[in-house]
């Protein structure tokens, strides 16, 4: 268990705490780039600050702050120009680096006054990379938007799937290195939200945790898995400082403050080689619900759905102080004594791990996959009527298991890509009553 003191130094992540400006080091993804296809502004929370996030009519992206330095008025009301966001109040225009450009009747009373010269707000980095916009909330020099692997990969669906979750991130990032919880959570509370009966699912025999530059890769063996097995020998990944990587998807756990967690995900799916090339012209992006609104409960139906209701179950901020962790949290301890040690490191005037820097480096950032050969080799679409795939394993189209909500026609435009419409015409089955670790089913 933590003291209070040490509980605090994980989940306050304003700015000037421990975390804080732990995190401030690292991007954070905040939004889709359709979403501003959309609506070019949208409010933003983000460890703890409030902003607003736009792209002007040249095409640059500005992440400003949210009130006006006029009479703070809310300029997620404004309205994009040229070049810049014009508050809807009084006219006052900011460019994406702070600069106030325009007062208009300031201007016309006092023309030679220039005011504007002394009006800043606060600005930070925005950058689109793999269909999301991210943000930089740190110091100088910013370090460079990772390109993870998967970014490069060709011949993908990919959609971006958004959800606020009502409780502190910490709680939410300690379930990426918790191999253990998928066996409970999603294999057996499937199995018991479906009423089946019969054998249980495999169960852990051994788990096992390694760091590496990017993060922690987390490694298991369930009854009747070899040790060749990949799930063994590669194992699934904890990406630092707030992610987990399963191989074939994302899951970001972005600070909102104190109390809120923004969920992004990022899923590609590889279509048959019979569509290659396939490009998207445009990653589509939605917003999952997590509350049944018939019955005011949380949705249990999918895997980060069962994630969600379990991280929420222990309160808006974790009490890690009434705890009793045993052998199947190493991973959770080690994490939380390196995040200390790097926060520590930041503190003193370093720098943490995990930065990027290298553009030859970052043309490719190369993490743990499991069946990576067999994802890259791709498949075709007569091995899905002739072929079993692995039990476990993710490469063969199907139904979207991970969060509630999909809207129909994500998943049209999904089953279009792999060559199926006759599955884009059917209706949507309900979710897959047991999970196994692993795959598709490989959330955690």
Known sequence: MLTEEQNRAFTQVGSGTLMGELLRRYWMPIAAVAELDDAPTKPVRLLGEDLVLYRDQRGPYGLIDRHCPHRRADLSYGFVEECGLRCNYHGWLFDEQGRCLEQPFEEVAHPTARFKDRIRVRAYRVEAKAGLLWAYLGPEPAPL???????????????????????NWFQCQENS???????????NWSRVLAGRRGPRPPTHLRIAFDEFEYGFRYRRILEGQREDDELWTVGRVCLWPNALFTGTHFEWRVPIDDTRTLSVGWFIHRVP?????????????????IQDPRTGRWI?????????????????????????????????????????????????????KGLVRDPEQNRCIRLPIVDRERWLAGYSLAELATAQEPPGRGLYPKEFPFQAGQPEEVRRAYWEAMGLPERAAAPAPQPAAVLTPGGNGAAS
């Open 145 to 167: 938007v990772p390109t993870w692997e998967p970014f490069t990969w060709p011949n993908g669906f990919v959609q971006i799937v958004f959800a606020e979750i009502p409780c």
């Open 177 to 187: 290195i918790d191999p253990v919880h998928f066996e409970w959570l999603h294999s």
């Open 273 to 289: 080689r019979e569509r290659e090339p396939y490009h998207q012209e445009r990653i589509p992006y939605w917003y999952g619900p």
């Open 300 to 352: 249990t139906s999918h895997i980060m759905n069962q994630d969600f209701v379990a991280w929420m179950g222990q309160g808006t901020i974790a009490d890690r102080t009434q705890e009793h962790l045993g052998e199947s949290d190493r991973g959770i301890i080690l994490m939380r004594r390196r995040l200390l040690e790097e926060a520590q490191r930041v503190a003193a005037g370093g720098e943490p």
